[in-house]
């Protein structure tokens, strides 16, 4: 059976996160674990915690991943932000162990003026000093690369692994990666592209895909979800990688948008269908 599951709100109690993923026939997904945009502690007590891991274990809902905060920033030369960053993906890893999630998904972020290598180096340097829990892994998710924002390429996700200590996996998303000028439009460039990260980074640590349509062309670094099959990438596309070997097995968890009466009920069961041909 496919994993496929949305990102859920966490709004009014952690656990609502599995009641919403249910709602949609999801049976993996996502949450923040406290408003993405500010710098915030996840504030969540034991008794929240009981039911989101009961929730999630009566639904047979899983893996669930935590979206880090989008203001850390791994790759920053500036002190000041790389201990806000550390310490923000403390407490989100530490989240995870008491909700029982597997994952904490990251992006790097932006090296602003370190240069690619000095920015993949303090990401190394900011992971290492990790606590990380057991049961806990750090997904570095691939970006759609705009500005001096790293994990656009293969390469740079790749190079992390390799300086850090840390046993970090992947979460690759198609709409960065396709902004990335990965194309995933047709099921030729679907198996280029997959061959590609099998070759850089393997498929052994694709933890995890955000499955997400682009509303921009291969190539734009505009990062815009657009619902599945809908967007740039295309039915086409998102059938070929959604029965490609190497994904079929991967959780997919989507981003997609609700807007044109569409929400992610919609989007999963759109999934679905383009599995099931
Ligand atoms: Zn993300
Ligand atoms: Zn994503």
């Given at each position: ?27 993996c ?42 203001l850390?920033n ?78 656009g ?16 996996e ?25 061959a ?15 499955l ?42 989507l ?23």
């Open positions: 059976m496919v994993r496929v599951g949305a990102h859920t709100s966490i709004a009014g109690g952690v656990y609502n996160a599995v009641e919403e993923q249910v709602e949609y026939s999801g049976n997904g996502q949450i923040f674990s406290h408003s993405p945009q500010v710098w915030q502690d996840p504030n969540i007590d034991d008794d929240e915690a009981e039911q989101f891991r009961d929730l999630t274990a009566d639904h047979g809902v899983g893996p669930w991943v935590i979206h880090s905060s989008y850390v791994l790759c920053t030369p500036k002190d000041d932000l790389r201990e806000k960053s550390l310490d923000s993906m403390q407490k989100e890893v530490d989240a995870a162990a008491k909700l029982g999630i597997e994952y904490v998904n990251v992006h790097l972020g932006a090296h602003t003026g370190a240069g690619v290598d000095g920015g993949l180096d303090n990401a190394a340097s900011v992971l290492d000093d990790l606590d990380i829990p057991e049961g806990v892994t750090v997904l570095v998710e691939s970006d759609a690369g705009s500005g001096t924002k790293l994990g390429q293969f390469e740079h996700l790749a190079t992390v692994r390799e300086r850090t200590d840390q046993d970090i992947f979460c690759l998303d198609t709409a960065h990666m396709f902004a990335a000028g990965y194309d995933l439009s047709t099921p030729e460039a679907v198996d280029e592209t997959l590609e990260f099998d070759e850089v980074v393997g498929f052994d640590d694709l933890a995890c895909v955000h997400n349509d682009s509303k921009h062309e291969c190539g734009t670094n505009k990062d815009e979800h657009a619902h599945i099959g809908e967007g740039h990438i295309g039915e086409d596309g998102m059938r070929a990688f959604v029965n490609h070997d190497a994904i079929r097995d991967v959780p997919l968890v981003e997609t948008p609700t807007e044109d009466g569409r929400s992610f009920a919609w989007n999963i069961e759109r999934v679905k269908e383009l599995r099931s041909e």
